[in-house]
């Protein structure tokens, strides 16, 4: 039984998942349905948290749009997702940041990682 579920996670991963860290700011291309027609639509903020594995893997990223943030999370291996580019490497030092929800202006800053 462990073995077909291990065979059907794998079918389903992406070949070319990409590659980011928490507090990367990141634009995450996503398709979206409206209709009979797609479009792509653009989501760009800080990544706040990665968990799960395998397939089962998700990312949250939060933005400020209008002065209200908004936060989305998406499976890393979804069909919908068309790709995630990363805009800026972020410095941070804890595997999640929900301290960023409470702060607003240049202390929910990220600092940015000089390679």
Do not use: C
């Amino acid at each position: 039984m462990n073995e077909i579920i291990k065979n059907i996670e794998a079918a389903q991963m992406k070949a070319d998942a990409p590659k980011f860290n928490v507090g990367d700011t990141v634009r995450v291309y996503a398709k979206i349905k409206e209709g009979n027609r797609e479009r792509i639509q653009v989501f760009e903020g800080v990544v706040l948290k990665k968990q799960g594995g395998s397939n089962r893997e998700t990312f949250t990223v939060r933005k400020n749009s209008n002065g209200i943030g908004v936060e989305k999370t998406w499976p890393l291996h979804s069909p919908t997702i068309e790709k995630v580019e990363v805009v800026r490497l972020g410095k941070v030092r804890r595997a999640k940041l929900n301290y960023l929800r409470d702060r607003v202006g240049k202390s929910a800053k990220v600092k940015e990682l000089v390679k």
